[in-house]
């Protein structure tokens, strides 16, 4: 690599030499002329330039004015006069450039501007700025890698601390602890930390949300479980008549049952999450569905309650049951949370490019702070009026829907009742 750039520094300096020897005589030229077979020459006319020596010379080699170097000129003398280009020749062991320009342009006054520099003296000057500019970009490579070791060891010393937390992290499961983008000076390595913590805050909830839903799910189950051992007990020590025994039967029979709802919307929740629920793309008729659930509901009991249904045609396509499980939330707690002899409307419809389902109900409504909590799983706005839910069904239903490609909403008040919509994108008539 240092053999091609001394080849081609050498190849640069010549061709620069004979470049500036050709500007000096182009500029030298206007300081002669020859006119009427009179040789005139300005006072401003250069007999040497800096390296270059310039002659007037006939065709013959007779020297009018200037001179060669020293102890070239019988040599020089015998080279040819006239050449269009630079060129170099070999005197005394000295290699010298050359190159003439004729003056005038009649033929019988055929003298010439030569002009002779020697090689080695251009390449005193070219070579020292050669070795000024060696010595520039060295000085400047050294700087550089200066820095760049400077820099390196700044770099390393702030990427270690960063590892050095995440060690941490890692062997004493404290995810409390923060990388801080503010102790780091380099904007790439602050925007890292930053994205770790981000990392670290959503791992730190996660792990909170799980610590908190295995409480909540201990909570759920202890009080069926222990309603089961203590009608066991009461069982085995004090009852006598088979009436008894069937009540008790009875008893354990709807805290099992409890306990069966919990685990099914648990493990739909799990496989929801999971992405492990298989979707049957069906014909949804959600004016059939609405009925449907509201029949089985009445049947089943809802006291003084009214269901009051709008039904507007709504097709949509997704699976039948899942739909039928968030509508079915969506009535149960519009009935729980209902005042005596209160009412519930279901309406149906279609609102631009989707289908909905909106139950409103005119009871005790959700508080302001509460409705951002109310899809969490296990979130009670009133336990007291609601000991017989789990908290699972509204996150339940909104994971239902999310799956089909709609949301659920909710506008509600607190003291004059909520509404919930389903939306699913809608599905055209023709197709149902």
Known sequence: MLLVIQVLSNAAIDSEIKRE???????????????????????????RSDMIYFMIVRRNGEILAGEYPEKTEEELLGYPIGGRFSSSVTCGGETYYLRDVRIG???????????????????????????????????????????????????????????????????????????????????????????????????????????????????ELRTPVSVVMAQCQYAEEKVSSAEE??????????????????????????????????????????????????????????GS??????????????????????IQNLLTNAIKFSHPNG?????????????????EDFGIGIAQEDQEFIFRRFYKCDKSRNAEGFGLGLPLSEKIA??????????SEAGRGSVFTLYLPGKAKTDA
């Not at 700087?143 to 941490?168: D, P």
């Not at 306990?259 to 629920?277: E, H, K, V």
């Not at 009412?343 to 909106?358: A, L, M, W």
């Not at 089909?404 to 909710?410: A, D, F, P």
């Open 21 to 47: 020897l050709a500007r000096s005589m182009k500029t030298n030229l206007h300081n002669v002329s020859v006119r009427d077979g009179n040789l005139e020459i300005d006072e401003d006319f250069l007999y």
């Open 105 to 219: 342009k009649r033929q019988n006054d055929e003298v010439y501007l030569r002009g002779v520099v020697r090689k080695s003296d251009a390449d005193s000057f070219y070579r020292g700025l050669e070795m000024i500019s060696y010595i520039s970009v060295i000085s400047v490579l050294a700087v550089i890698l200066i820095c760049e070791i400077f820099l390196a060891g700044r770099i390393s010393k702030e990427l270690k601390n960063m590892c050095r937390i995440a060690e941490s992290v890692s062997s004493s499961l404290d995810i409390s602890k923060r990388m801080g983008e503010e102790e780091y000076r380099f904007h790439e390595i602050a925007v890292l930390a930053k994205a770790n913590d981000r990392m670290l805050d959503r791992l730190e909830q996660t792990f909170l949300l799980q610590e908190q839903f295995t409480a909540d799910v201990a909570h």
């Open 245 to 302: 025994h069937r009540e008790i039967l009875k008893a354990i029979y709807r805290q099992m049952k409890k306990i069966d709802t919990l685990i099914l919307q648990l493990l739909n929740l799990s496989r929801l999450d999971q992405d492990r629920m298989q979707i049957q793309n069906e014909t949804l008729d959600l004016v059939e569905m609405v009925q449907s659930v509201s029949e089985d509901l009445q049947e089943k009991g809802i």
């Open 305 to 326: 309650i009214t269901i009051t249904l709008r039904l507007q045609e709504a097709y949509a396509t997704g699976d039948i049951g899942l739909i039928l499980i968030v």
């Open 343 to 359: 009412q519930i409307v279901v309406c149906t419809g279609e609102e631009n490019d989707q289908v909905y389902v909106s139950v």
């Open 402 to 411: 999310k799956k089909h490609g709609g949301r659920i909403t909710v506008s």
